[in-house]
T-cell receptor
Framework: GQNIDQPTEMTATEGAIVQINCTYQ??????LFWYQQHAGEAPTFLSY????GLEEKGRFSSFLSRSKGYSYLLLKELQMKDSASYLC????????????FGTGTLLAVQP | NAGVTQTPKFRILKIGQSMTLQCTQD?????MYWYRQDPGMGLKLIYY???????DKGEVPNGYNVSRSTTEDFPLRLELAAPSQTSVYFC????????????FGQGTRLTVV
């Protein structure tokens, strides 16, 4: 299978910066997504990386290193509403591509 | 736009019963997926489809079946419900491939007792 690993939980303070790491198997890898999921809701898209480097979108940035099988999501100027699960998901190719999710990181933002 | 619509939102099944979870999308997306999410866990891929008439197994297909007779609809069938199938089920779709943003339905919360 395609193991995608993330920390289970993280805690950070309002206004601070937090980095959520994700590692994945590189064999067959075709791209990486980050999704946000608030409790009881569906996941929503945050970012997509297919090439090495940093993609910045407002307070959120995502980084990818294909050779290392590593990505991170960087959240700046944390707000209370950023308390949610952050899901790393990788696209794996073959006969047909498929989107595989990690277990998710539950982020708690404290005042 | 409706996006991805799942029905029902909630369901309680008895062990051994069968049911179909409905999923429809109005975005003309080729790719559709079914995931399950157990409490405090990530999403596990059950089945996916790259287009009408084509389906394939994901990570956890046992106990489930799917069909894709049209671009819009991708129903998930549970034939003999078991307590291990208690979960939240999400349907999702993406336009050309999994390398494009996936849009999710609001989920079906299924309890098997």
């Amino acid at each position: 299978g395609q193991n995608i690993d993330q920390p289970t939980e993280m805690t950070a303070t309002e206004g601070a910066i937090v980095q959520i790491n994700c590692t994945y198997q590189t064999s067959g890898f075709n791209g990486l997504f980050w999704y946000q999921q608030h409790a009881g809701e569906a996941p929503t898209f945050l970012s997509y990386n297919v090439l090495d480097g940093l993609e910045e979108k407002g307070r959120f940035s995502s980084f990818l290193s294909r050779s290392k099988g590593y990505s991170y999501l960087l959240l700046k100027e944390l707000q209370m509403k950023d308390s949610a699960s952050y899901l790393c998901a990788a696209v794996y190719g073959g006969a047909t591509n498929k989107l595989i999710f990690g277990t998710g990181t539950l982020l708690a933002v404290q005042p | 736009n409706a996006g991805v619509t799942q029905t029902p939102k909630f369901r309680i099944l008895k062990i051994g019963q069968s049911m179909t979870l409905q999923c429809t999308q109005d975005m003309n997306h080729n790719y559709m997926y079914w995931y399950r999410q157990d409490p405090g866990m990530g999403l596990k891929l059950i089945y996916y489809s790259v287009g009408a008439g084509i389906t394939d197994k994901g990570e956890v297909p046992n106990g489930y079946n799917v069909s894709r007779s049209t671009t819009e609809d991708f129903p998930l069938r549970l034939e003999l419900a078991a307590p291990s199938q208690t979960s939240v089920y999400f349907c999702a779709s993406s336009y050309e491939s999994p390398n494009t943003e996936a849009f999710f339905g609001q989920g079906t919360r299924l309890t098997v007792v």
